[in-house]
């Protein structure tokens, strides 16, 4: 199934992101009413858990003020700290690229697979998303459900529906979806962080979305989708959002102040760090009130 494929020509690398257009930003800039901000993000640290099958964040200062201490040159006096960070690009609170997934050889659009090669991405790579400002749209299952879903459970297109239905926020095309699980709010809390077991959205209620024009998908746990797949599929949701359906997913988020602040609708502003060829990349979004 492939039915973005060639809508905004064959030349497309950016998506569902077509949706967002001048008049939904606009729109979106509109529905600030406090001038409030709220970050959505997790802060990034050597100790943030990630999955074993990625090396974690290493960060480590090149000069700082121990350096003095000991002696170092201060010419004029100046004196300044410098540091470096190292990390995989899906950790934390990241968006992925559309070429991060695919399936049958074929990224979105129907760009081959060998576009993505050991240099990077040569066709689909984050520096394609842009800046991403729209209408953000929180679905808040954890109120709906009256405390955080547990692992593995699958939210489906009735699910959504009620959560759409509770928000009194009817879904437009080019708005950004947040879905809150509770899922990073347990970790957050101390329970054990497992990756391989989460709550999330199961296929039909991912294609609901995309059919809906959704620009964003984003969610508080790492995978968006539920944990583990259903039987004989791996990773349906992203295949069905990022491959067939050019939808960016936003995984990480923290979702907790936001949905304290009873806001179902809001400016909703993300973007990458243009690392070219690149298929994700750690991000801070917010969301403007």
Not at 11 to 27: F, K, M, S, T
Not at 35 to 64: C, E, K, W, Y
Not at 189 to 197: C, Q, S, T
Not at 249 to 264: R, Y
Request: charged residues 20%.
């Amino acid at each position: 199934m492939k039915d973005a494929w060639g809508k905004w020509g064959e030349a497309d690398e950016r998506g569902a992101l077509n949706h967002i257009g001048a008049p939904q930003v606009r729109n979106a800039a509109q529905l600030v009413r406090q001038g409030r901000t709220i970050s959505l993000a997790q802060q990034i640290s050597a100790t943030m858990p990630v999955p074993s099958s990625r090396p974690g964040v290493m960060h480590f200062m090149n000069r700082d003020g121990g350096d003095y201490a000991a002696g170092r040159r201060r010419p004029g006096g100046f004196q300044f700290a410098d540091d470096t960070v190292v990390m995989p690009l899906h950790a934390g609170t990241h968006l992925d690229a559309l070429c991060h997934c695919w399936y049958d050889d074929m990224l979105y659009n129907g760009f081959s697979a060998t576009e993505v090669k050991s240099n990077g991405a040569a066709r689909l790579g984050v520096q394609q998303l842009g800046p991403i400002a729209t209408t953000g749209v929180l679905l808040d299952f954890v109120a709906l459900n009256g405390g955080p879903l547990a692992d593995g459970f699958a939210i489906g297109p009735n699910m959504v529906q009620a959560a759409i239905e509770r928000s009194g926020a009817l879904l437009a095309k080019g708005d950004a979806v947040l879905l809150r699980t509770g899922w990073q709010e347990r970790s957050a809390a101390g329970e054990p962080v497992n990756f391989d077991n989460e709550p999330g959205l199961d296929r039909e209620a991912g294609l609901l979305l995309a059919e809906a024009g959704v620009a964003l998908v984003g969610a508080d746990n790492f995978a968006v989708e539920v944990l583990p797949f259903r039987a004989g599929t791996v990773f349906p949701v992203h295949q069905c959002l990022i491959r067939d359906h050019g939808v960016v997913l936003l995984e990480g988020l923290e979702l907790a102040e936001l949905a304290a602040q009873n806001v179902a609708r809001f400016l909703f502003v993300a973007a990458a760090l243009p690392i070219r060829g690149a298929t994700g990349s750690p991000v801070n979004p917010v969301a403007i009130l």
